[in-house]
Nanobody
């Protein structure tokens, strides 16, 4: 059974930092392309960042220079370090894992709420 479990969300003031974690099981984590997505109220889910097995990364323009995605293949976990948070970063953040050769094999976590507010 595949599981992706996010943690680390919460309430933070503008300019603050949070670190999200996504612990996985049931997949060959080391080969999967992992990603973070977010969905704000009334908006569509959008890409935040992705990381492939070799460590190559991709970021949405809105988070470049502020967010860092990383992975620990020994711990089957992907992280999202979020710095200089803004109110517009408020959303539910979802972890996703996609098989590199079979894109239909895509899994999602349950999401974790991030709220940036003073």
């Amino acid at each position: 059974q595949v599981q992706l479990v996010e943690s680390g969300g919460g309430l933070v003031q503008p300019g603050g930092s949070l670190r999200l974690s996504c612990a996985t099981s049931g997949i060959i984590f080391s080969i999967y392309r992992m990603g973070w997505y977010r969905q704000a109220p009334g908006k569509q889910r959008e890409l935040v960042a992705t990381i492939i097995s070799s460590g190559g990364t991709n970021y949405a323009d809105s988070v470049k220079g502020r967010f860092t995605i990383s992975r620990d293949n020994a711990e089957n976990t992907v992280y999202l370090q979020m710095n200089s948070l803004k109110p517009e970063d408020t959303a539910v953040y979802y972890c996703s894992g996609t098989h590199p050769y079979t894109p239909a094999l895509r899994y999602w976590g349950q999401g974790t709420q991030v709220t940036v507010s003073s």
